[in-house]
């Protein structure tokens, strides 16, 4: 069955960095978009970073624009998301997710994702 794996959240201090992965095990990433979401306690799941399967190009919304840094390497089938400069708040649980189709803006939150991972939790605090 195909699945998706996250790994890599944990406890970062304010500013610090953390670089999340997303493993496909029984699916090619090559051929799937790749975003990436968060979802804290009791809010909305909000779309981050997607990266896509093309020319690997990449989306980011604005607020973590400047900060995050998604990219894909398709031999170890694995996608990464490099945060950086991260922000105290609400602990969030992050997802990545697939889909077959081409990302052509920032706006990829609503499209209907074929996989979903289970989820990291990532920790701000000092």
């Known amino acids: 069955q195909a699945q998706l794996v996250e790994s890599g959240g944990g406890l970062v201090e304010p500013g610090g960095s953390l670089t999340l992965t997303c493993t496909g095990l029984?699916?090619?990433?090559?051929?799937?978009?790749v975003s990436w979401f968060l979802q804290a306690p009791g809010k909305e799941r909000e779309g981050e970073s997607c990266v896509n399967y093309r020319d690997t190009s990449s989306y980011h919304v604005d607020s973590v624009k400047s900060r995050f840094i998604v990219s894909k390497d398709n031999a170890k089938n694995t996608v990464y998301l490099r945060m950086s400069n991260l922000k105290s708040g609400d602990p969030a649980v992050y997802y990545c997710?697939?889909?077959?189709?081409?990302?052509?803006?920032?706006?990829?939150?609503?499209?209907?994702?074929?996989?979903w991972g289970q989820g990291t939790d990532v920790i701000v605090s000092s």
């Open positions: 997710a697939a889909i077959q189709k081409v990302i052509y803006s920032k706006d990829f939150e609503a499209f209907d994702y074929a996989f």
């Open positions: 029984g699916v090619s990433l090559e051929s799937y978009a």
